[in-house]
């Protein structure tokens, strides 16, 4: 189960795509784990799921196969190639960071992932505009920065507290009185 998911992790660069035909290779062709249909069902269901493809379908499969104790193999051997990589290559850059081109390089980065996180940000404005309205969204985009950034409220509590109040019956939605 550690070799199977291992190279997975090792060998799936790129994420989920890259990902999907090696977990295939491994859970079905080599050891047989399952057939293709119930692939294809562990693969819909892992795709509808929040994560990534490759740690939800290697707990799923660990699980069925051996158990709790299968899934935490699976996923640890799922994500240790990516972990030790990081920390290799955060090592090398700590080892170097002295060095003016490190220097320049690491500072270059970070305008690039602000505009990544811009777009990204901009997208999501965009959804919940379509989603919710663009009054009852805009509402909620600043009454999260100003209870986050103006009063420091943990963004898990305020997630917390906008899952409870969309569960909370305020009556009958969309039905007339």
Same mark, same amino acid.
């Given at each position: 189960?550690?070799?199977?998911?291992?190279?997975?992790?090792?060998?799936?660069?790129?994420?989920?795509?890259?990902?999907?035909?090696?977990?295939?290779?491994?859970?079905?062709?080599? =050891?047989?784990?399952?057939?293709?249909?119930?692939? /294809?069902?562990?693969? !819909?269901? !892992?795709? /509808?799921?929040?994560?990534?493809? /490759?740690?939800?379908?290697?707990? =799923?499969?660990? =699980?069925?196969? !051996?158990?709790?104790?299968?899934? *935490?193999?699976?996923?640890?051997?799922?994500? !240790?190639?990516? /972990?030790? #990589?990081?920390?290799?290559?955060? &090592?090398?850059? &700590?080892?170097?960071?002295?060095?003016?081109?490190? &220097?320049?390089?690491?500072?270059?980065?970070?305008?690039?992932? #602000?505009?990544?996180?811009?777009?990204?940000?901009?997208?999501?404005?965009?959804?919940?505009?379509?989603? *919710?309205?663009?009054?009852?969204? *805009?509402?909620?985009?600043?009454?999260?920065?100003?209870?986050?950034?103006?009063?420091?409220?943990?963004?898990?509590?305020?997630?917390?507290?906008?899952?409870?109040?969309?569960?909370?019956?305020?009556?009958?939605?969309?039905?007339?009185?």
């Amino acid at each position: 189960m550690f070799a199977a998911f291992f190279r997975i992790g090792i060998l799936g660069f790129g994420g989920g795509p890259s990902a999907i035909p090696l977990v295939h290779q491994e859970a079905v062709k080599k =050891y047989e784990w399952m057939n293709d249909e119930e692939f /294809a069902d562990t693969l !819909a269901i !892992a795709n /509808a799921m929040p994560g990534p493809i /490759a740690t939800k379908m290697g707990g =799923y499969i660990g =699980y069925r196969v !051996a158990g709790i104790v299968g899934c *935490l193999v699976a996923l640890f051997a799922t994500v !240790a190639p990516t /972990a030790l #990589a990081m920390i290799f290559l955060l &090592q090398l850059l &700590q080892q170097f960071k002295d060095i003016p081109w490190v &220097q320049h390089m690491s500072a270059s980065v970070v305008p690039v992932v #602000a505009v990544m996180l811009a777009t990204m940000t901009w997208d999501f404005v965009k959804k919940s505009g379509k989603t *919710l309205g663009w009054i009852k969204g *805009l509402l909620i985009i600043f009454g999260s920065l100003l209870l986050m950034e103006g009063l420091n409220v943990h963004p898990a509590i305020l997630i917390l507290v906008l899952i409870i109040f969309v569960f909370l019956p305020f009556g009958k939605r969309g039905a007339k009185d």
